[in-house]
Nanobody
């Protein structure tokens, strides 16, 4: 019934770009805020970017000007365009909705590795 499937991660050199995608079930996506989170080795998971059902966006200071979150409600998909990547962006990236976040439900995530 619930679905969060992240994709698009990979290995990229510093300064490069990646676009992550998150496919979510319609019941999760349509009326919920969505966010991208990341967890680096030895660190806690942190919120990177969020987007409300109405399109209002939020970014953590460390990614402002480099990352862009967007959503396509018709496709039940949220995206994270990542430009000017830095080694400190290396992490497993997860998407989530506000509802599933409160339930502590997570998908498998997608690995992003940025080499120097």
């Amino acid at each position: 019934q619930v679905q969060l499937v992240e994709s698009g991660g990979g290995l990229v050199q510093a300064g490069g770009s990646l676009r992550l995608s998150c496919a979510a079930s319609g019941s999760i996506f349509s009326s919920n805020a969505m966010g991208w989170y990341r967890q680096a080795p030895g660190k806690q998971r942190e919120l990177v970017a969020g987007i409300s059902s109405g399109g209002t966006t939020f970014y953590v200071d460390s990614v402002k000007g480099r990352f862009t979150i967007s959503r396509d409600n018709a496709k039940n998909t949220v995206y994270l365009q990542m430009n000017s990547l830095k080694p400190e962006d290396t992490a497993v990236y997860y998407c989530n909705s506000d509802r599933l976040f409160r339930m502590d439900y997570w998908g498998q995530g997608t690995q992003v590795t940025v080499s120097s």
